[in-house]
């Protein structure tokens, strides 16, 4: 065997805090500092460690390959119409971004919007985009390197060319437009100077904007005096009579919501009106073209359900149940279907049964079920469209893990599903076994997992478990060049509904949140007990795989658990849950896991917290962390501190399971070329195949 170059040297330091009475060590202090010669001069030995560890692994240039065939099936999303205007996304086989296109009725399609036209270095992503009511403009925000600091443009659809903007500090921007009118609501962050130092990325505001005219003359409509953490949402009825707002603190699964009648009150002054505040809930409000008031809530329902009211009377002792709760089914996005040509106008209701999505039709008026839809497979639907001013259709994307993106059509006349369009590319997905299997967790709650193995699949195999379990995020089947690729090459993947996700619904989310998040850590080893006990995998060739909360995951797992795993790919991750909240969008987060300054919930925090449970002389798995320097939401000193404080622990050799650090710039947390997103991937994948003894040289990609 090949030998490693010894770690970088790391200064421990005998640094400790004393918060509530206990004493904290924090040994790696000084790797918070990015700008530091001395956090420069190790990230750059971590980087030649990486370079000479990833050269004795065999299967990069096969992943890549095989990544790369996987990923030119492109991509597509469902059509945005205003009248026989349609607005899309897709992403062909050779492109590195997915493209914003427009078409009017059968006329040819034009390129709106080319990231990488914009950009050809690949560094640009268009982060969101919203036309207006009649379709002339286009409200859109780009980024660059990955950092998410979105600056908001508006464009002329027409004539393709930019007519407003750029309106900086709108990350994560909702935009509501005021049908007739050039102007819109959305949210802004205050300028740096207005802030305490620290606070950039906080203090939200709502504003009004007017095409054409400078962001500092923007009405400001509400945020003045609210918490610095609160997200906002705003949208305008179709008939342009009904403000909705709501706001909710940093990630919280509660939220405010008003409605303001524009026709009794100017919009640039609009007299809200209260449906919901200071209650534990979540609530999305909706005035539909018939003019009731639509409330998707988790409001005594934690599976949801969908209210109606009117918007005269928006409080809860007022609310209609026209769609229950489900007691084994989430119910997550619905459509209205309400055209002149329909005899009776419908709804049209998603739901995730155990992170399986289903579909199901309604009467409009009473929410009666008229029928389920089939789907092409047990997989996702993504969000539905449909006609704003009324129709008989709607659209969705449907995807599971052998299938790519591709859209479908339901037509409430004859309540046939039919395939629209399919993602542009062409690919020969490797032929997979998909089960759904449930386990029990070390407290007896059954947990649900899908598996995926090559069909002829005897005997364990190297495998990935890969997680999430936090902020109410349910991890549901989609097509994944990296599974494929994983399986192709004869290994076992696992993806595990892990409490803190929401795949049974809100209590499932809060009982892996606050205090209640160890219940996360044992659904990850109990599901990794079940691969080994169930033949799936050996302990020899079990992987755990994760990123951002589940990249926390990872660290809980190979730190309270290292003898359960050969191998951890730990990317993007929260780490240091004692200082998280100073760093990146921390503050935020606070509702989700505690902040260190409640005495109660630092000892939640440091029971888990990855960085502060590494022991000396234990034998870690092989460990890579990946990081990306433009990450403005989780700060790359997490995984600085844990590699340094791992390197110095582990008992075992650095060739034998080494603790490794891969680094890039230019990029960010989330959206990413595709050229990026192959070179990760593949690293990731023949890091874990090294170290699980997956062998693939017998077999060829493309």
């Known amino acids: 065997m090949s030998r490693l170059p010894s770690y970088p040297f790391a200064e ?87 493209v914003l296109y427009v078409q009017d009725g059968s006329g040819p399609e034009r390129v709106l919007i080319d990231p990488t036209e914009l950009n050809p270095e690949g560094t640009t992503t268009l982060d969101s985009w919203v036309v207006d009511w009649e379709g002339r403009l286009l409200a859109y925000q780009l980024s660059d390197n990955g950092d998410e600091q979105s600056r908001l443009w508006v464009m002329d659809i027409n004539t393709g060319e930019n007519i407003d903007g750029p309106i900086d500090r709108c990350s994560y921007s909702p935009v509501a437009w005021l049908p007739g009118r050039d102007a819109f609501y959305y949210v802004r962050r205050l300028a740096p100077e207005l802030v305490p130092e620290g606070e950039e990325q906080y203090h939200r505001r709502v ?302 989310h809060r009982a892996g949140m606050l205090g209640n998040k160890q219940n996360v850590f044992d659904d990850c080893h109990a599901a990794a007990e079940y691969l080994v006990d169930a033949g799936f995998t050996t302990r020899e060739q079990l992987s755990v795989m994760g990123g951002s909360n589940g990249g926390l995951l990872v660290g809980a797992a190979i730190t309270q658990r290292p003898e359960l795993y050969a191998a951890a790919v730990c990317s993007a991750p929260l780490l240091d849950m004692v200082r998280y909240e100073q760093f990146g969008l921390g503050q935020l987060w606070s509702v989700e896991y505690g902040s260190a300054s409640d005495p109660e919930a630092l000892q939640w925090l440091l029971a888990y917290s990855p960085y502060h449970n590494v022991r000396e002389g234990v034998r870690y798995p092989a460990t890579l962390f990946t990081v990306f320097e433009n990450d403005t939401r989780v700060d790359p000193l997490h995984a600085r501190k844990m590699c340094a404080a791992l390197q110095h622990a582990t008992s075992a050799a650095p060739e034998e399971a080494p603790i490794l650090l891969r680094r890039e710039t230019d990029v960010g947390h989330s959206t990413r070329s595709v050229s990026r997103s192959v070179r990760l991937a593949a690293d990731q994948l023949a890091f874990l195949a090294h170290y699980t003894g997956l062998r693939v040289t017998d077999r060829t990609g493309g």
């Open 207 to 508: 504003y009004l904007h007017r095409v054409g005219t400078s962001p500092e003359e923007d009405t400001l409509i509400f945020g003045e005096g609210r918490d610095k953490t609160e997200y906002f949402g705003v949208a305008v009825s179709r008939d342009g009579r009904w403000l909705t707002l709501t706001a909710s603190p940093g990630t919280a699964p509660r939220n405010d919501a008003w409605i303001a009648d524009l026709t009794v009150s100017a919009p640039e002054a609009p007299r809200f009106t209260e449906i919901q505040t200071g209650v534990d809930a979540e609530t999305f409000p909706h005035v539909g073209r018939d003019g009731r008031l639509y409330l998707f809530t988790d409001l005594d329902a934690p599976r949801g359900r969908l209210c109606v009211a009117d918007p005269a009377s928006p409080t809860p002792d007022h609310w209609q149940t026209l769609i229950a709760s489900d007691p084994d089914a989430v119910l997550s996005g619905y459509a209205i279907l309400d055209g002149a040509e329909l005899d009776t106008p419908v709804l049209l209701a998603r739901w995730e049964r155990h992170a399986l999505s289903e579909l199901s039709v309604h009467h409009l008026a009473t929410g009666e079920r008229i029928r389920n839809l089939p789907l092409p497979g047990l997989g996702s639907v993504g969000s539905i469209t449909a006609r704003p001013e009324g129709g008989t259709e709607a659209w969705f994307t449907y995807t599971d893990y052998t299938s790519p993106t591709a859209v479908y059509r339901y037509d409430a006349r004859t309540h046939d599903v039919v395939l629209w369009q399919k993602s542009p590319g062409t690919v020969e997905a490797p032929p997979v076994r998909t089960e759904q299997v449930t386990y029990t967790s070390r407290d007896g709650t059954p947990v649900r997992m899908l598996v995926v193995s090559p069909p002829d699949r005897e005997g364990p195999r190297p495998a990935i478990l890969y997680g999430y379990g936090g902020f109410g995020i349910s991890l549901t089947p989609a097509y994944s060049a990296s599974i494929l690729a994983w399986v192709a090459a004869g290994g076992v993947y696992a993806v595990a509904s892990l409490r803190g996700g929401l795949e049974e619904g809100e209590e499932w």
């Open 12 to 98: 421990r330091w005998e640094l400790t805090d004393v918060l509530h009475g206990q004493t904290v060590a924090d040994p790696y202090r000084w790797l918070e500092q990015t700008d530091l010669a001395a956090t420069k001069e190790w990230s750059q030995s971590q980087d030649a460690l990486f370079t000479a560890a990833s050269a004795m692994w065999s299967a990069t240039d096969w992943f890549r390959t095989r990544l790369r065939a996987l990923m030119n099936a492109g991509s597509v999303g469902a059509p945005v119409w205003r009248g026989q205007r349609r607005l899309f996304v897709r992403r062909a086989a050779d492109q590195e971004h997915a």
